[in-house]
Structures are given as structure tokens and as C-alpha cells.
């Protein structure tokens, strides 16, 4: 294998254990995984039921460690990575038993590491009422 490619390997082996850090923590209300997979200025966008949300960091750990998802189902779909940048789709079946996401990931490698830094997310089937 050259140089490039286990480069590449490297990476998206670390990018899909920090999307997994988030399946994880989101799914089972773990607050170390949240906080090990975000960068410290994350932010969270998207809509459910009609309700628009923008939430930070504190604010998207509490709401999960306070109501885990414990979605059926959550994969990994696409990874993209260009450099120290990249891009990721995770999707969730399940989640607070009736819905359904779809999220994008953008990710960073930031202080020696990969950490994500914005999730934006599409319900995509399901309500939370």
C-alpha cells in the first residue's frame, strides 16, 4: 500500500471511530462519547415536528444524556475526506422509538485529531410528540 493510501485509511478509520463515538453516545445518552467525538464550538441545525433547532454543544449533550435516542438502527452511510476535511451521513431508524434521521456530519482534523463539527440533521419519518 503507498504512502497515500494508508494515509487515507488512517483517516477514515479515525473518522468513523469518532462518528461512532457519536452513535454511541447519542443513542445511549453518553456524555464522554459526545464529548470526545465535538469539537467545543459544535453546533447541531435542523428541524423536528416542525420546530426549529440551532444548539451548541452544552445544549445537544444534555438534551441526549436527558433522553437517549435508542435508535434500532444508526449507520454509517458515506464518508468523504479531502485533506483535513471531510464530510459524513449517518442515518438513524428508530430513535425515540418513532423517528427517523437523517444527519450530515462536517468534520475537522483539529489539535492532532478528527472532531466533528457541525451536525445538521433531517427528520425524516416519525414524531417525537
Partial sequence: MCELENALSKDLEEVTRVLNLY?????????????SAFHESARWFGSMDGLDYDIDKD??????????GNP??????????????ATATVKEEGFWETNSFTNFFTLAFLDG?????CKTFAQTGGSRA
Fill in 113 to 117: 485529531r478528527w472532531q466533528i463539527t
Fill in 23 to 35: 452513535i454511541d453516545g447519542a443513542g445511549n445518552g453518553n456524555a464522554d462519547c459526545l464529548w
Fill in 59 to 68: 445544549g445537544f449533550t444534555a438534551l441526549m444524556v436527558e433522553t437517549p
Fill in 72 to 85: 434500532s438502527s444508526a449507520k454509517i452511510v458515506d464518508i468523504q475526506i479531502a485533506g483535513t476535511a
